[in-house]
C-alpha cells in the first residue's frame, strides 16, 4: 500500500515535533507494508516570511494531491501584529476551508500513569475517556454578516441541516464502536440555532437506535467536564462551543501537549497536536511529541484504515510513560527527564517491544 502525506512543521516548536512523527511514521509503516511518500511545504508565520502570506495556493495544492495532511504547529510572538488575515492563524481556518474539512475530533484521555499531573483530584479524573465532535467550518465564525463599528459589534451563528447531519452521522458511528452514548451539546433554552441543531442531532439518531442521546446545555457541559468527566463517552457539538469545550477537556488531562486531534472532510483529513507553537522552547529539543505521535496514531486508523498500529501506538505511548519518562512540560512527578529525541526514541522502542508480543 502506498499513500501521500504533506508534512506542514509550521513554527516554533512545530518543526521539532514534526521530526519525532516523521521517524516514528517510517517506522511504524515498515511494520505493515506501508510506503509512505512525502511533501514538506511551508505554513504559517514561516511562510508569511518567505511568500508575504501564511499559506500559499502552492501548499493547498501539495495537500489536495495527499492522502492525508500533518501539521506541526503555526504562529508566535513574531506575528502578532499582522492584520488579522496575515497571522499565521488565519492560514489555519483557510486550509480547513479548503479541504472542507467540517469535523474536528479531539481525545480527551488520561493515563494512568499521568493521573498526578491533572489540576483535578485523582479520585475525579481517573478513568477519563471521551473524545469531543466539534463541526468546524460553519457556525459563528464563518456566518454572515459580521463586523463591528463604533457603536457595536455583531456576529451571525447559522447552521445548515446538511451540516449538522454529517458532523452527527461521524459522532454516532464512533458512538456505536464505544459505548453507545453520544451527548449533543447546545445552548437550545435561548437559542434558536441550538434548537434547531438538537432536532436534526434527534432525526439522525433514529438511525442508530443502538446509541443513547444525551442533551445537554453547554455551560452545564463544561461544569460537567470539571465536575466529573468520566460520565462523558462521546460528544457532539457546534464550532464555538466545540472550542470551548475541547480546551476545557485537554486542559483536565494535564498538558496540551499531551493531546492529538484530526479535522475530517469527505475527501481529505489534517492531523495536528493541540498545543501551540511554545516558541519560548522553540529549539531547545524540550518540546513533548507525544500529541504529534498521537496525532499520526489517528491518521494510521482513520485514513490508513490501520487501526491496529493506531493501537500499538498508544500502548506504546501509555508504556513509556509507566516508565516514567517525561518532558519539561508533564515532569510535576519528578520523572525521568528527557528530551524530544529521547523521548521520540522511547516511544518507538516501546512499539517494537510490543509488536514483536503480538
Not at 204 to 227: C, E, L, S
Request: hydrophobic residues 40%; aromatic residues 8%; glycine residues 8%.
Amino acid at each position: 500500500m502506498n499513500k501521500k502525506v504533506a508534512l506542514l512543521p509550521g513554527d516554533g516548536i512545530g518543526t521539532e515535533v514534526m521530526n519525532s512523527a516523521v521517524k516514528l511514521m517510517h517506522h511504524v509503516s515498515k511494520k505493515y507494508d506501508l510506503t509512505i511518500e512525502t511533501t514538506e511545504s511551508l505554513m504559517g508565520g514561516c511562510s508569511y516570511d518567505a511568500h508575504g502570506t501564511p499559506l500559499t495556493d502552492e501548499t493547498i495544492d501539495i495537500c489536495y494531491q495527499a492522502d492525508a495532511v500533518l501539521l506541526g504547529a503555526v504562529g508566535g510572538y513574531k506575528w502578532e501584529d499582522l492584520e488579522h488575515h496575515l497571522k499565521p492563524e488565519a492560514a489555519l481556518l483557510k486550509l480547513r476551508k479548503s479541504l472542507g474539512l467540517f469535523t474536528n475530533i479531539r481525545p480527551a484521555k488520561v493515563y494512568p500513569s499521568f493521573v498526578n499531573s491533572s489540576s483535578l483530584k485523582e479520585e475525579i479524573i481517573k478513568g477519563t475517556d471521551f473524545v469531543v465532535f466539534r463541526e468546524l467550518t460553519g457556525g459563528i465564525y464563518f456566518g454572515k454578516p459580521s463586523g463591528y463599528d463604533e457603536n457595536k459589534g455583531f456576529n451571525t451563528m447559522v447552521y445548515e441541516k446538511y451540516e449538522i447531519e454529517r458532523i452527527a452521522h461521524q459522532a454516532f458511528k464512533v458512538a456505536q464502536k464505544r459505548k453507545k452514548v453520544l451527548t449533543s451539546v447546545d445552548k437550545a433554552n435561548v437559542l434558536e440555532v441550538s434548537q434547531f441543531w438538537r432536532k436534526i442531532v434527534a432525526e439522525v439518531g433514529k438511525q442508530y437506535p443502538d446509541v443513547k442521546i444525551n442533551n445537554m446545555y453547554v455551560d452545564n457541559t463544561a461544569m460537567q467536564v470539571v465536575r466529573d468527566p468520566k460520565q462523558f463517552d462521546v460528544i457532539v457539538t457546534s464550532n464555538l462551543f466545540g472550542d470551548i469545550i475541547s480546551d476545557i477537556a485537554g486542559m483536565i488531562t494535564g498538558s496540551l501537549g499531551m493531546l492529538p486531534s484530526a479535522s475530517i472532510g469527505e475527501k481529505y483529513a489534517l492531523y495536528e497536536p493541540v498545543h501551540g507553537s511554545a516558541p519560548d522552547i522553540a529549539g531547545q529539543n524540550k518540546a513533548n511529541p507525544i500529541a504529534m505521535i498521537g496525532s499520526v496514531a489517528m491518521m494510521f486508523d482513520l485514513s490508513f484504515g490501520l487501526q491496529d498500529a493506531a493501537i500499538l501506538i498508544e500502548k506504546a505511548i501509555e508504556k513509556t510513560l509507566d516508565q516514567g519518562y517525561r518532558t519539561v512540560d508533564i515532569n510535576q512527578d519528578g520523572g525521568n527527564l528527557v528530551s524530544t529525541d529521547e523521548m521520540t526514541k522511547k516511544i518507538i522502542e516501546n512499539f517494537d517491544t510490543i509488536f514483536n508480543q503480538k
